[in-house]
């Protein structure tokens, strides 16, 4: 069973262009949460999704994010208008999400993506 | 609201030696509790969870924590430290707040150093 799979796993934008960063989550999970690791800090929590559903974007920036996972393929996080602010490491994780027995879920990491902003 | 708070950024021990990662958390709810390991330029691996079952729990590498919940601590330990085991972990709970989405709250992360 392969992991949690993203790409690309370096990304270099200059600012102003848009940056796609794709997740494809363990075979069976049908639930992705995104988070952003920004230098010298931890993970920060920014959108959780499930097939064609955002269920939480409370960590999302206002202007320029969005995500989105499909029913078929990968889920996305897109950044627009790219500011160097936005370098760091991306994080995908996957879920198989059962609600029998309470609030707990394992997460599966994926490599990361690192965007750099030039 | 759950929070965790890492109090050391940095440890150094010497190879063969007890590893200590202190980690104390809050949280109104009874908590989902992990500790993650990431090395560099890697995704995160899951070392161990506690969901409310022993508070003893015992992880991947020899490592384990114990949950107190008078101390709301989650140490980490490990008897003996490897030269592999450098790398930063994670202190992290599961939100369980009025949203429940399982979405991870983490600490800063402390760098462990291992010293031949």
């Known amino acids: 069973n392969a992991g949690v799979m993203q790409n690309p796993r370096h990304l270099v934008r200059r600012r102003g262009q848009e940056a796609r960063l794709r997740c494809s989550p363990m075979?069976?999970?049908?639930?992705v949460y995104w988070y952003r690791q920004l230098p010298e800090e931890g993970l920060k929590f920014m959108v959780y999704l499930q097939k064609e559903n955002i269920i939480d974007e409370s960590g999302m920036p206002k202007e320029r994010f969005s995500a989105e996972f499909p029913k078929e393929g990968p889920s996305i996080l897109r950044i627009q208008q790219v500011v160097r602010g936005d370098s760091a490491a991306y994080f995908c994780?996957?879920?198989?999400?059962?609600?029998?027995?309470?609030?707990?879920?394992?997460?599966?990491f994926g490599p990361g993506t690192r965007l750099t902003v030039l | 609201a759950q929070s965790v708070t890492q109090l050391d950024s940095h440890v150094s021990v010497s190879e063969g030696t007890p590893v200590l990662l202190r980690c104390n958390y809050s949280?109104?709810?009874?908590?989902?509790l992990f500790w993650y390991v990431q090395h560099p330029n890697k995704g995160l691996q899951l070392l161990l969870k506690y969901t409310s079952a022993a508070t003893l729990v015992k992880g991947i590498n020899g490592f384990e924590a114990e949950f107190k919940k008078s101390e709301t601590s989650f140490h980490l330990t490990k008897p003996s430290a490897h030269m592999s085991d450098a790398a930063e972990y994670f202190c992290v709970v599961s939100d369980r707040g009025s949203s429940n989405t399982g979405k991870l709250i983490f600490g800063q992360g402390t760098t462990l150093q291992v010293k031949p």
């Open positions: 994780a996957s879920s198989p999400w059962s609600l029998a027995g309470g609030s707990y879920n394992e997460q599966f």
């Open positions: 949280s109104s709810y009874s908590p989902s």
């Open positions: 075979k069976g999970h049908s639930h």
